[in-house]
């Protein structure tokens, strides 16, 4: 079976593309090559990397890309995962069958760090049964 390549979209790819990222990677396995990226690059946020670090899945590996990077990869899946990457997101050629879901951003709150980790944790299972759903019903 040839590997489904799916691309993540994000503003900054610096939080919920790069926690969709890695549970894409942990419920598709050897099924999916994931990509993710943004329409500008922010680096990867240290909380997300804790929150996933939590679960068991590391994301301390990952960069921050930005979409021109990957114009020359076929995807078969697009998925973006804020509403202001879905409106701004530049002209970007593919056939991929394209998903949006906006996930709360945990790293616009302001607040002590506990209730900041609280929301960021509410993200991550947020976006942990997003995905777990989406390869179940679209990678099999």
């Not at 090559?33 to 670090?53: D, F, L």
Request: charge should be neutral; proline fraction near 3%.
């Amino acid at each position: 079976m040839e590997k489904k390549n799916i691309l993540i979209l994000c503003t900054g790819n610096s939080c919920r593309s790069q926690i969709a990222e890695g549970w894409m990677r942990h419920f598709g396995k050897e099924k999916v090559n994931v990509y993710s990226a943004g329409i500008e690059t922010h680096g990867v946020n240290p909380r997300a990397i804790q929150i996933m670090k939590e679960a068991g899945i590391n994301i301390s590996n990952h960069t921050s890309n930005h979409i021109d990077e990957y114009k020359d990869i076929q995807f078969d899946f697009m998925i973006t995962v804020c509403d202001h990457a879905k409106e701004n997101c530049p002209y970007f050629p593919s056939q991929a069958k394209r998903f949006h879901h906006n996930f709360s951003d945990p790293s616009k709150l302001k607040g002590t760090e506990i209730e900041i980790m609280a929301a960021f944790a509410k993200t991550r299972n947020e976006i942990r049964d997003y995905c777990e759903r989406f390869i179940k019903e679209e990678i099999g």
